[in-house]
């Protein structure tokens, strides 16, 4: 018989050593079902990691890394803090929404006047929209004891309402012909997020996660609000022992998590999309969920997981497109991977042993 | 020679990295009282379960009444006539005394005839209890009795009692003694399990000593000073910790006048509470678990605010201050429960030394962490208090309840507190490590600290104690002096019986 068997303490080599070995099994499980559905399964695994990176096509797919890791990350950040503490926040999705309309609603309330100030504007517009949607849930823990995992995932829902009442109506395009959705602001040049470098994808969205990544590096290794962080969500009752505010806690970590999903909302809406439309949000508010675990909740390695996630996402469009692999197949592989992990990760606190002959 | 009732051959039991049983072999007689003495971690624990079917030997055999014996699970156990009282309580708060009785049987009669039996165990044995009480209100001592009468219902043959002593009174122990030396002379036998000495000379026929998970020797209790035992279970000569006579200073700490409500729904409110600790004096606050303890820690730390008027420090009101705060001016804690309360089990020594050592030891500027020098006070620490550990990057809960303990006191002492809250600093700790710990808050006391030692280790408390006072139902006793007071003044200062009334043999 096998048995499970607690560590003295955590083991470091498998804490780093897991998301690599459930990547492998994701991988083989994946290729297994892709089998299943008749595709040659190291085809369509080559085709979702090579393909974007060193394929006929990677000068096309690789900046298109960028511009999907970066929300990925920027919002798995602001989720790994409060995770960290034992803060749920399942609502980024809502955040992100929220930041959308406030940075495009902040810079379209200025066209067409043009001006080096309507850009920062609207970032910061952004991160308020964000914050004051995370704010809700963390208002009603804090006052009422509310759970924050359902109030943040129900206020997506009324997010959703929001976008499309603001695309039907309050933003919606002048001269759209009618057509739901906001005015172009990649034709809109002082709110327009452009790339930084021509071709290369680096846009300020992405300059801003790879700051959080190091704020918040800086932030749990270096500072004591880190430190309370992680005290938080290790012994809940040492912490408030230490004199952590728990109100306080919670109100930064929502806080800060939703600012930066809104964040993440303004730099897509202002860049890469462009428009506020009825199907702005692609789920980029979940998939951070995956992130931020595949990364263990640490800063690099949120960003190498975020920079995963993106591959298979584009890896996966690639499949869907050459291989004719069904859209949920490629969901199921994702959602495989967030699987593996959590599964592998009791390895870090445990260890398996054959048992001897005893029943304990 | 007569059977045993019990015997235990060669009982060898090993968990990962430390054998708790290594051939361990003794009888208990028919209606002996048998006690098992030694320190924690002695192996005193997983020997009982072993008999109680929850463990299962590695190797080694047990006889019952010369038949083999080995239960493979507690019912096998029970049904073969062996019942126990754990330490902790497996008992449901919101039920009543009948309905807890029921849950643990396997065929519980009518809840009428069940009360009926109840009643009538409970006055045969001088164990007043009623049926239809609910044992949320019921005392320490009167859920040990729901516990005692549950195996009594059960006609046991053997009965273990795991430090059953250790949430009474001493007018209750007077009581749980009539009651096992009434259930001796039915014949039935008792396996006593204690470090507590005097109780085991006073009780018990005969007396196994386990240190380190073997049996190093037998004795007739009786006939055995205190201190031989003692030194035949840890193996060493004693140190009692020394002190030495002094004067005290101002008043340091007062509370006055201090009431709070329960902080959960099955806590206990503190009522009026008053005391003054000088500088330089150890104020011990006795009194048995669940009386208000953990409250009465936390609103000295901090995590539970009063007014403001109600705890002074030097005179300057501090009931509103938080934790940090109190660190700040001087008055620092250590909370009875190590892993989660005083410590992170999963996080460092060094990350756990910042926990509480980050304001006054300096450890931060402007927010930012010097880990350099919390990495030396957490040395610090472990080479002062000798704390057992490979180095301070090792996990809280790697190291034994001893070490951790004196990793936990020490961050606390080696801080140079004003005023220094202790709850319980020596709970499960072996005697060595307890004794050092004892001698470190006296140390600190000589040099103009004020303690507060709550404990419910009334030893303890006599052996560094300049005034006694005890918690009972969230109120304080007036303090005393400690020295010519005698076991049963404290007694009553802890609630005497608590309403309890001696067997009627």
Redesign the interface.
Known sequence: MIVLEKRPQPSKAWSYATPLVAVVATMVFGGLLFAILGKNPIEAIGTIFWEPLFGEFAFYYRPQLLVKGAPLVLIAIGLSLGFRAGIWNIGAEGQYIMGTIFGAGAGLAFYPMEAWFIFPIMIFAGAFGGWLWATIPAFLKVRFGTNEILVSLMLVYVAEQFLASVSLGLLKNPEGFGFPGSRNLQSYESAHNAELIAGSGMHWGVVAAFIAVIFSYVLLNRHMLGFHIRLTGEAPRAAKFAGVNPARLILFCLGLSGALAGLAGMFEVSGPSGVVSIDFNVGYGFTAIIVAFLGRLHPVGILLAGGLMALTYIGGEIAQSQLGLPAAAIQVFQGMLLFFLLAFDLLTNYRIRAARSEVA | MTTPLLSLQGLTKAY??VVANDQVSFDIGEGEVHALLGENGAGKSTLVKMIYGL??P?SGTMLLRGQNFAP?EPRAARSDGIAMVFQHFSLFDALNVAENIALGMENPPPMGDLASRIREVSETYGLPLDPYRTVGDLSAGERQRVEIIRCLLQDPKLLIMDEPTSVLTPQEVNILFETLNKLRSEGTSILYISHKLEEIRTLCDHATILRLGKNVGECIPAETSARDMAEMMVGSTLQTPERSGRDFGEVALDVSGLSVPSPSEFGTALRNVHLTVRKGEVLGIGGVAGNGQDELLGVL???IQTPADAIKFNGQAIGML????R?KIGVL?A?E?R?????????SLT?NA???G?VREGL?SS???K?NETKQFAEKIIDAFDVRTPGPE??A??LSGGNLQKFVIGREVLQNPDVLVVNQPTWGVDAAAAASIRQAILDLAAKGTAVVCISQDLDELMEISDSFAALNEGRLSAPREATGLTVDEIGLMMGGAHGMEVAHV
């Open positions: 990962p990295g463990v299962k590695d493979p730390s901090g995590e938080g934790p940090t705060a660190r804690t909370p429960e892993l989660g309360h005083a410590a992170a089990p999963d996080m990350e910042l926990l509480t980050s931060e927010g930012f962490l880990w090792n996990a809960r790697s």
